[in-house]
């Protein structure tokens, strides 16, 4: 029989989607089993929502158009293939659930693998079909970011970090979700630099139609009370001194390591401390991540405190012992 889908929901050829979906609100609504008891009422509301199904997605429609009345016996499938259960699915996700997406609800059904199956006169299978191969480019949500924050001691030594996040998953029937916690274990390798970049692919939200976003962590160092690290993995230790400290040299300094099991030494022996001196402790900074056995350096500097002002007694000192 040949079937016409703009007749069934009572359209023109040129009817928008906006058109198709206003009509299908419509008719749903007065042929729905709840509200009408008419014997032939079902079977009019399926009837409705597989004109609905097959015009409001492009690809379906173009098919639709140009096969014309050839279409059912060629290309999908007969009013009893949208049974009651499926329809009210339908029925629920056009009155109910907001489709935020242009393609709206048929392409929501490819997704599910329920898109519009072939069927075949001669034998009158009227069953699904496995899904047809879209034209629509599948889209991935865009990453998100989440800040992974380690010390420098679980640098040093490499750490794993689980880290607890909370996602949408689909339910079976691709139509409803649910909200479930997950674990992920995070390897950090030692010496990671800050801004390394730990993906987990697809562990973003379920959404019909959309492949979940990828969860990329990035390393952040914590801050910490003694250190900071460079680009190449030195430890810098900065000590603050007064000016005559600096002018003296004559002071020896205590530094520590950062597995805090022995300290380091400097005397600068009589020499000016100046600004900007650095003073090298080889292999005591953090591991370089992809050289085995190779370290980083521990770095000493010295922030020096200058006086605001002297008074003309010291000025005079000052002149006689610096000139």
Sequence with gaps: MAIDYYKVL??????????????????????????????????????????????????????????????????????????????????????????????????????????VGKRRASTGDTTFKPPLPSKRQIIQDPPIYKDLRVTLEEIKSGCTKKMKITKTVLNPDHITSRKVEKILKIDVKPGSKEGTTITFPKEGDEKRGVIPADIVFVLKDNPHELYQRDLDNNLIYTIKINLRRALIGDTTYEIPTLSGDRKLHFNSGGRVIKPKFTKTFPGEGLPHPEQDGKFGNLLLTFDIIFPDQFNSEQKDLLKTVLS
């Design 10 to 115: 009572n359209i023109s050829r040129q009817a928008s989607v906006e058109e198709i979906k206003k009509m299908y609100r419509q008719l749903a609504l007065k042929y729905h089993p709840d509200r009408n008891s008419n014997p032939g009422a079902s079977i009019k509301f399926n009837e409705i929502t597989e004109a609905y199904v097959v015009l409001s997605n492009e690809i379906s429609r173009e098919e639709f158009d140009r096969n014309g009345t050839n279409y059912t016996s060629n290309s999908t499938f007969s009013f009893s293939a949208i049974n009651k259960d499926l329809a009210q699915k339908i029925f629920t996700q056009v009155f109910v659930t907001t489709c935020n997406r242009k393609s709206d609800l048929i392409d929501d059904l490819i997704d599910l693998g329920m898109k």
